[in-house]
Antibody, heavy 120, light 108 residues
Framework: EVQLLESGGGSVQPGGSLRLSCAAS????????MNWVRQAPGKGLEWVSS????????YYADFVKGRFTISRDNSKNTLYVQMNSLRVEDTAVYYC?????????????WGQGTMVTVSS | DIQMTQSPSTLSASVGDRVTITCRAS??????LAWYQQKPGKAPKLLIY???SLESGVPSRFSGSGSGTEFSLTISSLQPDDFATYYC??????????FGQGTKVEIK
């Protein structure tokens, strides 16, 4: 069964850091681009970052550029996002999602999400 | 940046109704558009990709159409399981992915 499982969420003060992980199973992880999407409480979906299958190409939404770093370890079938200089407005459920085929594609498999709360 | 605007924001309908949700892009995205369904507390689910291609396992009552800047998602006969929030998403060669603000389909 194709599955994504996020972990690493929690509560942090403004200016703090967190690293989220997304463990993949059931497909050839290194063959697919992967993505992070977030959803603030009661709000819509917001794309955060994407990464090619090799890890060589990365893309970020403007609001996280310079603060978040996406990466992957294909030997561990795991996607990461390192989140630094966190702001209150980064509070959201963070989902990892698999690209359907190429990097510029829809997201066909989603994890269950992990909650990040940034508050003083 | 490409902006995606969905309408309506909320839609009240009854079981068996035909419902249509519209998504407009601020510039042409050709057919690089997906539709997702999300239920409360759950992850989104891909319904349609490339504007009109039905994802495997999705019921045929869901269909997508459009190209350029105007797109629509139609549910031919609304079922109890379809009450949810629907999002469009553009994906293009500029490596940005933008979602619409969502359309909540609720029971009339």
């Amino acid at each position: 069964e194709v599955q994504l499982l996020e972990s690493g969420g929690g509560s942090v003060q403004p200016g703090g850091s967190l690293r989220l992980s997304c463990a993949a199973s059931g497909f050839t992880f290194s063959s697919y681009a992967m993505n992070w999407v977030r959803q603030a409480p009661g709000k819509g979906l917001e794309w955060v970052s994407s990464l090619s299958g090799s890890g060589g190409s990365t893309y970020y939404a403007d609001f996280v550029k310079g603060r978040f770093t996406i990466s992957r370890d294909n030997s561990k079938n795991t996607l990461y996002v390192q989140m630094n200089s966190l702001r209150v407005e980064d509070t959201a459920v963070y989902y990892c999602a698999k690209s359907r085929t190429g990097i510029a594609d829809a997201f066909d498999i989603w994890g269950q999400g992990t909650m990040v709360t940034v508050s003083s | 940046d490409i902006q995606m605007t969905q309408s309506p924001s909320t839609l009240s309908a009854s079981v068996g109704d035909r419902v249509t949700i519209t998504c407009r892009a601020s510039q042409s995205i050709i057919n690089w558009l997906a539709w997702y369904q999300q239920k409360p507390g759950k992850a989104p689910k891909l319904l349609i990709y490339k504007a009109s291609s039905l994802e495997s396992g999705v019921p045929s009552r869901f269909s997508g159409s459009g190209s350029g800047t105007e797109f629509s998602l139609t549910i031919s006969s609304l079922q109890p399981d379809d009450f949810a929030t629907y999002y469009c998403q553009q994906y293009n060669n500029y490596f940005t992915w933008t979602f619409g603000q969502g359309t909540k389909v609720e029971i009339k």
